[in-house]
């Protein structure tokens, strides 16, 4: 890609007041670096990205208002988890997660179980035990 | 206190820490040098592997080869260290700090305070430098930021002990030799030769094959998933390809970089000449980013746009392949 080519397109580098830096070939075909603020095609994945990560925690707390699913389900689709990434945090089996993801389930759960989903959510044992979605 | 270390912004984490680490120690190289003599150009497509709801694609080998890889070329040795304990984890890079050595770590970039909010997700594989301890709070060296930043005790703890795949453990590593005299030329050739073993490799999932499964496979997700798991498999696809730490067309340009600087080295014309096209080839994969962009904006587009996309993918691959071939052939 030649330098005056790259893209200067406003994306969420902003937020963060970052650019990021690129190779790209100056007037003699001779490689360089040049910033970029950001570029429209990956800011349209990365909002497509965001996008359904915002309908999958729309569609968990509808399931917790309709007693479909525990609100462990919702704060792991808040905190762009799956039950991979999360049975890791907790320290517990997949299935066992997957378990505690039912509401009858979730509401036999002891406290030092459920603190253990609290301190991974960066929550506490209220806010998780009394999300009811609405 | 705060360790003498230059911060220079560069395209790709690892090579970023691995330059900057080594620029410490009084061994000058260039970010794509070091890319380059890594063998950093890769593909693999690990069709069951989900991540963020999508198959495994990668443009980079395993976190950590690159600079593994290019030390043990070099005849640079890197100590490594994991840490069952936080506690120790910490003590031991804070040892390091007292003894005036700039410490790179792998973290996670879900908890990185610093990083925009799109680019938070569970990532655990990617790598800062931290250069002293002021107040309190961590000096970071980001070497995809442009310029350096802090963390606390606790938020560096958090990204040391990020959980899931490829979890850091509190890896920390830095060079603790580094020889006289390095051999370049024999370090580069060796770098070559790998990358194009790798990327020709007889194996569906690595290299200019998997490139290939990955295209024949739009059109079929396409048809048995929907329009909008496949926009999303191929979102996946340009994140891959263009997010910070990541990079695949962009790593076309670094490995352009690497071949112009090789080709002054090695004093080998035909290296130019690669160097150019390879850069072609970016440019390719940066229009097939851009295509695939499309998709999404025009919601409505007719199926063939997917058989589209298959083909430009297939030809990339193809020009792929006669390009390692050439490179394999002029070292």
């Given at each position: ?9 406003e994306?969420n580098?902003?937020s ?42 729309e ?76 | ?9 560069t395209?790709?984490?690892?090579n970023?820490v ?13 970010e ?19 991540v963020?709801?999508?198959?495994g ?10 600079f ?73 060296s ?11 005790e ?11 795949a ?45 490139m290939r ?9 396409a ?17 891959m ?5 990541t ?30 096209e ?39 691959a193809?020009?792929?392949?006669a ?9």
């Amino acid at each position: 890609m030649k330098k005056q080519d790259l893209p200067q397109d406003e994306s969420n580098l902003q937020s963060a007041n970052m650019t990021e830096v690129l190779y790209v070939t100056d007037e003699n075909d001779n490689y360089t670096t040049a910033n970029s603020i950001g570029w429209d095609a990956k800011k349209a994945a990365l909002e497509e990205s965001m996008e359904l990560i915002h309908e999958r925690i729309e569609e968990a707390r509808q399931n917790v208002a309709n007693h479909k699913v525990s609100p462990i389900i919702y704060f792991m689709e808040l905190n762009k988890m799956d039950f991979q990434v999360l049975s890791a945090y907790v320290g517990m089996w997949q299935w066992r997660v997957k378990r505690h993801g039912k509401p009858k389930i979730f509401k036999t759960l002891n406290d030092s179980v459920l603190k253990k989903y609290a301190d991974t959510f960066g929550i506490s044992l209220e806010e998780l035990k009394n999300f009811d979605g609405k | 206190m705060k360790l003498n270390f230059e911060h220079h912004q560069t395209a790709h984490c690892e090579n970023g820490v691995a330059s900057n680490l080594l620029l410490n120690k009084g061994l000058k190289l260039s970010e794509p040098m070091i890319f380059g003599i890594g063998s950093g150009l890769f593909f693999v497509y690990l069709p069951f592997l989900k991540v963020n709801f999508a198959p495994g694609f990668s443009y980079r080998p395993m976190p950590g080869a690159i600079f593994s890889k290019a030390a043990k070329r070099l005849g640079i040795k890197i100590k490594r260290l994991k840490f069952s304990n936080p506690q120790e984890a910490q003590k031991a890079l804070e040892k390091n700090l007292n003894s005036n050595i700039p410490t790179g770590l792998q973290v996670g970039v879900f908890n990185l305070t610093y990083f925009p909010e799109e680019y938070k997700f569970h990532f655990n594989a990617h790598n800062l430098v931290v250069y002293g301890k002021e107040n309190g709070k961590f000096l970071i060296s980001d070497p995809v930021m442009d310029y350096t930043t802090t963390l606390t005790e606790a938020e560096l703890e958090k990204v040391r002990y990020a959980k899931g795949a490829l979890s850091p453990k509190g890896h920390m590593y830095y060079p603790t030799y580094i020889p006289e005299h390095v051999n370049l030329e024999e370090a580069i050739r060796k770098g070559i030769k790998d990358t194009c073993k790798n990327m020709l490799a007889p194996v569906p999932i690595i290299g200019v094959k998997a490139m290939r499964w990955v295209a024949k496979s739009i059109p079929k997700w396409a048809a048995k998933k929907g329009a909008k798991t496949t926009n999303h498999y191929l979102g996946q696809l340009i994140r891959m390809q263009e997010e910070i730490g990541t990079g695949g067309g962009g790593f076309r340009f670094i490995y352009g970089a690497f071949l112009q600087e090789a080709a002054v080295i090695l004093k080998n014309e035909k290296l130019n000449e690669l160097s150019k096209e390879i850069t072609m080839i970016g440019d390719l994969w940066r229009d097939f980013a851009v295509d695939i962009a499309r998709v999404y904006k025009n919601r409505n587009l007719k199926s063939d746009i997917y058989n589209q996309l298959s083909k430009n993918m297939l030809h990339i691959a193809d020009l792929e392949e006669a390009f390692y071939k050439k490179l394999r052939k002029a070292i």
